[in-house]
């Protein structure tokens, strides 16, 4: 990452060393997903990412609004005690008919009561009843009527671009209880105002004069001298199919989609049809591209994605002509630098949630990937699409109206007026942005203010850190309420057996709430005096940690040994299941505690608070090294119904056990996932099946790896291979390898020619 802006610095800490939720915005350019990527990797915090459509959140990596939290596709009144509303073609839940959503698994609401950081990317599509909505079902579910029930949440997105989707017939409902249709209009937002930080650098224009043309347009202040600068660019008899890395701007879809097609079929030469490789679970509703990709020799295209290699040779929106084609390899020519590369396919994953058992950390599992070339015809395509695409030469169409910020929008994708051209004159009426949003726009915090504000709402973040960590009285509850469980159980019941265990047990964690009060009394004296010591904090929270830790290490030491005799005992599914509530509960105590004291040498030592500084190995490990001491001594001991000749792993039923620890570790590069498989001795075959991709895919990860010098080609190709190999390349220049495959036909692959390739150029 490029050194961060001091507002994009703002934005990290306040997300690491604050509770305060956040809106971060910035006009096209700024870095707004290169900022969301760093705040993933670093934040020490248990974040979900939404959006508001299936695209939007496969780009963001994240899932939709929707799935992530039940809730319908109808609108919302944020009212108790009103008739739900039907007709044709609108549909309203009130707060009545909305709860009956929230009824979901157990893994949906571990992960909702242990989210911490909640990010909604593309926040300029979420309509205010919508916001409601999710604030209403986090408060429900996590049973903490607070904004969104105590989670942290950052809106990211420019409103200037997309707006909200409010039908006329919804809103005639809607303005009884809502000003207006965006995020900031929803209730919880008005009584709970984000902090509004800006992205103000501008990565892709450099041109002052068209930056602040942008500017203008942006905030409605356009002058006559702004439209005659634009307007300077109009050439109403251009052709940009005679013109070579122009891609035309316009406003339906009908539209571009007719001038693609109809490019694609003037061209001559042979048509080839390339198709997505998919394994696992990927809805048709979120295909980042068509599911088919027709091209020929000489056909425009755009890249998609930023390029993940060390070569950087494309970014997103990046335009080249297709040089050669075959059936399994895409060359591209870039006419400004004169360079070709082959195309490399790109891996999109389909994930969802899930808690760590052993850390209750947030993780994804990969349901899908989709497997796809990374480029689309691009001789056309609408402004809606080309939302966060960077173009070095654009035909703006606007013979039609455009709708509010459109014309911004469409004109902040160019890097420099150079590139622009108009095929008629903008005019003044149908450009302008939507008032309400520039009124929102003044609420935005200066650098004094996030200063100020950073300092205090970091005192309250430590200050709620830590007395979350001492304050047990929702654990004392779920123990007590374990306890009365029993009143209904004979002594000669499979669970009665175990009565005098769960009285010890409550016992313990009652013994501790009168001196846990008194503590987090003192902690509330401390804080109230300003300013605060926190050489004296610190030494509190040592001595509290040292006198109450090992209490509660022990109750957590007895639940997990209780679950491991109990797992192995026959009909015992419900009782483990009520021992796995109390388990989240209480190893989460334990680990909070760990962390508070990690918290406090943090910041003595003034350090950031991170994902790197806030976890430690004992952190990491504490609950695995606590099982497999436990399971240790029980294969020594084994209990009575358990039978002893039976391995441990294959005698617990399926239905019992947990989801494998995950690194905790930011998330690696598709080759580094595959490089690690292979570390640990899986086949080819064995790695695409884990990794929920084709072999073909796995394959061109091995290139990858053979060229930085990861891998040995020797390792994957047989000798006998290797030596045809060497013969065929003799002499072999360039990049496309499709005179080769057509020369030795069916005696090498494809992947078996890129693999040789690839260690011709390792390094």
Do not use: C
Not at 59 to 69: E, K, L, P, Q, R
Not at 144 to 149: D, H, L, R, S, T
Not at 583 to 612: D, F, G, H, N, P
Not at 667 to 688: M, N
């Amino acid at each position: 990452m490029e050194t961060p802006s001091i507002a994009a610095s703002f934005a990290l800490k306040f997300i690491n060393q604050t509770n305060r939720s956040i809106f971060l915005t910035g006009k096209a350019g700024t870095g707004k997903t290169t900022l969301l990527k760093e705040i993933i990797r670093t934040t020490h915090k248990n974040v979900v990412v939404v959006a508001p459509t299936g695209i939007a959140a496969l780009n963001a990596g994240g899932v939709t609004i929707h799935s992530m939290f039940h809730l319908p596709f109808s609108g919302f009144i944020p009212q108790f005690d009103e008739a739900p509303q039907f007709s044709d073609t609108v549909k309203f839940e009130t707060k009545d008919t909305l709860r009956r959503h929230f009824r979901m698994s157990a893994d949906r609401q571990h992960v909702i009561n242990n989210m911490e950081l909640l990010v909604i990317d593309e926040v300029s599509m979420l309509r205010a009843d919508l916001l409601d909505a999710i604030d209403f079902m986090l408060r429900t579910v996590r049973k903490k009527n607070i904004p969104f029930g105590g989670v942290q949440v950052l809106f990211i997105g420019d409103l200037l671009q997309l707006p909200p989707v409010v039908r006329n017939e919804e809103w005639e409902v809607l303005r009884k209880y809502y000003r207006g249709k965006f995020f900031f209009h929803s209730h919880v937002v008005q009584q709970n105002p984000p902090l509004y930080i800006e992205l103000n650098k501008i990565y892709r224009q450099t041109d002052d004069v068209f930056i602040n043309v942008l500017n203008n347009l942006r905030n409605n202040v356009i002058t006559t001298d702004d439209v005659k600068i634009l307007n300077g660019f109009v050439d109403p008899d251009f052709d940009s199919t005679k013109h070579s890395g122009y891609i035309t701007l316009t406003t339906h879809n009908a539209k571009a989609d007719a001038m693609n097609a109809n490019s694609l079929e003037g061209l001559d030469g042979k048509q080839y049809s390339f198709h997505t490789e998919i394994v696992g679970d990927f809805p048709k509703n979120i295909y980042p591209v068509e599911d088919e990709l027709k091209l020929k020799v000489g056909a425009q295209v755009m890249f998609i994605k930023n390029d993940l290699s060390p070569e950087k040779n494309y970014f997103n929106g990046k335009i080249g002509v297709i040089e050669s084609l075959s059936t399994d390899e895409i060359m591209v020519h870039f006419p400004e630098e004169d360079t070709t590369i082959e195309v490399e396919k790109y891996e999109w994953k389909n994930v969802r949630y899930f808690v760590d058992e052993q850390t209750k950390e947030i993780k994804e599992d990969v349901l899908g990937t989709f497997v796809h070339y990374p480029i689309k015809l691009a001789w056309a395509i609408t402004v809606h699409k080309s939302q966060g695409l960077t173009f070095d030469k654009a035909v703006l169409d606007v013979s039609q109206v455009f709708m509010p910020g459109q014309a911004y929008v469409a004109l902040s994708r160019l890097r420099s007026l150079e590139g622009l051209i108009l095929l008629s004159p903008l005019r003044m009426n149908g450009i302008s942005s939507d008032a309400d949003v520039i009124d929102y726009a003044t609420a935005r915090a200066g650098d004094d203010e996030l200063e100020n504000s950073l300092k205090r709402e970091t005192l309250g973040f430590i200050y709620n850190f830590l007395i979350n960590s001492f304050e047990w009285g929702e654990l004392a509850t779920e123990w007590q309420k374990h306890k009365m469980s029993y009143l209904q159980q004979t002594d000669k019941a499979l669970k009665g057996k175990h009565r005098e265990w769960a009285h010890r047990q409550e016992n313990n964690i009652h013994g501790l709430m009168d001196a846990s009060g008194k503590f987090v009394a003192q902690l509330q004296k401390i804080f109230r005096q300003q300013p605060v010591d926190m050489q004296f904090v610190a030494e509190r929270v040592n001595a509290a940690y040292n006198y109450f830790f090992p209490v509660i290490d022990r109750l957590t030491t007895g639940v997990l040994e209780k679950m491991e005799e109990i797992k192995r005992l026959k009909k015992a599914k419900g009782f483990y299941e009520e021992l796995s509530e109390i388990e989240e509960l209480q190893t989460y105590s334990s680990l909070r505690l760990m962390k508070a004291k990690l918290l406090m040498q943090i910041v003595l030592a003034e350090k950031e608070v991170s994902r790197e500084n806030l976890m430690s190995k004992e952190i990491q490990t504490y609950k695995a090294k606590k099982l497999e001491t436990i399971r240790g001594i029980m294969k020594q001991n084994p209990v009575s119904l358990m039978d002893a000749a039976d391995e441990e792993d294959d005698f617990v039923p399926e239905r019992y056990t947990v989801k494998k620890k995950k690194s905790t570790e930011p998330k690696k590069t598709t080759l580094e996932e595959t490089h690690e498989l292979w570390l640990q001795r899986l086949s080819i075959p064995e790695i695409a099946e884990k990794r929920k991709l084709t072999e073909t895919t796995i394959l061109s990860h091995f290139a990858g790896l053979i060229q930085v010098g990861k891998a040995k080609i020797e390792d994957v190709l047989p000798k006998d291979k290797l030596e045809s190999l060497t013969e065929a390349f003799k002499g072999f220049e360039g990049e496309s390898l499709n005179g080769l495959k057509e020369m030795y036909g069916e005696a090498f692959t494809w992947g078996e020619l890129r693999l040789y390739r690839a260690s011709m150029k390792s390094y």
